[in-house]
C-alpha cells in the first residue's frame, strides 16, 4: 500500500500527495517564493503582504516547510525573522528552482504567443467566397497581430485537413459531420436552381418536378463538395453531370455562358440573378436548405485567435 503524506497547499491548507513523490520531499513554489521574501525583507510579515497571503497563513507555511524538510528555518523574534543557517542554505538553493520555475513559465507564454500569433482556416468553397472575409475583417479589428492562413477547398478536403492538424478551424456545408470532428452550426443557406436567361427552364410557369431535376445533366461540383452531397440526398441521385467543376466560381461562369442548370449556393449568386445574367427556376416539393457549420478536431476545442473567430460567426 502506498504511503502518503500531508503538505502544505497554495493556501495554507494541507494536500495529501504520495509519501515517495518528489512534491512530498520538495516544498512547492510558493512556499519558496515566501522565504524568498523573508530573507529579503527580514520579516514575516512584511513577506505575507507581498505574496498576498495573512501573516498566520505564512506562519503555517513556513512551519510546514520546516516540517517537509527536517530542519528549522527561521528564527523569530519580536524585531523580525532571521533565517538560520540552514535557511539561509535552503534559500539559495530555492532561489535557482524558483528562476528555473520563472524560465519555465517564459517558456509557455512565449508558446502560447507564437499559438496566438497565427490562426490556420480551412474552408470549403461557399463560405470561403461569401461569408468568411468578413468574419475575418471583423477578426481582424480584434486580433491586428495574427496571422491567418486560408485553406479552400470542400467538405471533405477541409475535414482531412483538421484531422491532419493542418488547421486550427473549419468551416463545412455538408449534410453530415466526419468523425473525429466536432461541430456547431453557424449559419443556414438556400441551394437554387440557375440557369441562363436562354434556357427552357428559365421560361417555365410550374415549378420544375423534383424527378426531372434528378434526371438532368447539370454542371456541378466534384464529388465531396457539400453543395453535391445535399443535392444528392435531397433528390435520392443524380443524373451524369453535364459539367463537373472544382469550385463554385466555375460553375457560376459556366452556367452564366449558357452551358447548362447548375445548383448553387443562393449566397453566389446574388449579383448574377439581380442583373438577369442568371434566372431561379423553383422546384417542387424538395427541400435544398442546409445548414453550414463550423468544425474542429473533437477534444480540442477551439482556443484563442480560433475560439474568437467561431464566436464572430455566431454574432
Known amino acids: 500500500m502506498s504511503r502518503t503524506s ?185 441551394l437554387i436552381v440557375v440557369t441562363a436567361p436562354g434556357h427552357a427552364w428559365a421560361r417555365r410557369r410550374k415549378p420544375l418536378p423534383a424527378e426531372e431535376l434528378a434526371s438532368t445533366p447539370l454542371v456541378l461540383r466534384e464529388k465531396g463538395s457539400g453543395t453535391r452531397q445535399v443535392l444528392d440526398a435531397a433528390l435520392g441521385g443524380l443524373a451524369r453531370p453535364l459539367i463537373e467543376l472544382s469550385s463554385t466560381t466555375a460553375v457560376k461562369a459556366s452556367a452564366v455562358a449558357g452551358a447548362g442548370p447548375a445548383v448553387l449556393s443562393e449566397l453566389s449568386v446574388r449579383e448574377e440573378l439581380s442583373t438577369r445574367r442568371l434566372v431561379s427556376v423553383p422546384v417542387d416539393r424538395v427541400s435544398l436548405r442546409r445548414d453550414l457549420r463550423a468544425v474542429w478536431r473533437t477534444g480540442h476545442r477551439p482556443a484563442g485567435p480560433a475560439r474568437d473567430l467561431l464566436s464572430l460567426t455566431r454574432g
Open 6 to 190: 500531508d503538505t502544505s497547499g497554495p493556501n495554507g491548507t494541507e494536500e495529501s500527495v504520495p509519501a515517495g513523490s518528489l512534491a512530498h520531499r520538495v516544498p512547492d513554489l510558493g512556499a519558496l517564493e515566501l522565504l524568498l521574501a523573508v530573507a529579503r525583507l527580514g520579516s514575516l510579515g512584511a513577506a505575507a503582504r507581498e505574496v498576498g497571503i495573512t501573516q498566520p497563513a505564512a506562519s503555517s507555511r513556513i512551519r510546514s516547510m520546516e516540517r517537509q524538510l527536517g530542519v528549522a528555518l527561521v528564527d523569530r523574534s519580536p524585531r523580525g525573522s532571521r533565517l538560520t543557517d540552514a535557511g539561509a542554505l535552503v534559500t539559495d538553493w530555492a532561489r535557482r528552482v524558483v528562476e528555473a520555475a520563472e524560465a519555465f513559465d517564459a517558456g509557455a507564454q512565449a508558446l502560447r504567443d507564437r499559438r496566438d500569433s497565427r490562426l490556420r482556416v480551412a474552408a470549403s468553397m461557399t463560405i470561403a467566397e461569401y461569408l468568411l472575409p468578413g468574419w475575418l475583417l471583423a477578426l481582424r479589428a480584434q486580433r491586428p497581430d495574427t496571422a491567418v492562413s486560408l485553406l479552400a477547398g470542400n467538405s471533405t478536403a477541409v475535414a482531412e485537413r483538421l484531422l491532419a492538424d493542418e488547421a486550427d478551424l473549419g468551416f463545412v456545408e455538408g449534410l453530415t459531420v466526419p468523425g473525429g470532428l466536432d461541430s456547431v452550426v453557424v449559419a443556414h443557406d438556400q
